[in-house]
């Protein structure tokens, strides 16, 4: 990989060059990278293009993230009492119950 040039070495470069040249030459020269600069677009980086929507993403989550509310201690009474509402279908955890009910005949609409 090339190491990249300095500004020193380049300025030195230049007027080692532009010595030996005709009168006008350095403006020419001078002339020529000055409208070569204005005519190259600045080059981005190419991680800020990949940076851009992580930080968009995170933006998002920060402010659209769901509120989480304070969990409400169990009601055990009322657990109890689903408890007790649901024992009589207790016998359909059986299997063999479950089968049996799946073979029952359906008893037709009523019109």
Request: hydrophobic fraction near 50%.
């Amino acid at each position: 990989m090339k190491r990249p040039v300095t500004d020193e070495e380049l300025d030195r470069l230049l007027a080692a060059r532009l010595r030996n040249h005709p009168a006008g030459f350095a403006d020419r020269v001078a002339g020529r990278i000055e409208a070569e600069r204005a005519v190259r677009p600045r080059r981005t980086r190419r991680w800020v293009w990949y940076l851009l929507p992580a930080l968009a993403a995170a933006g998002f989550a920060l402010v659209f993230a769901p509120r989480h509310e304070a969990v409400a201690a169990p009601d055990f009474e009322t657990l109890l009492a689903l408890d007790e509402s649901l024992a009589p279908a207790r016998p359909l955890l059986d299997p063999l119950n479950r089968e049996l009910c799946t073979e029952l005949p359906v008893a037709p609409a009523h019109e």
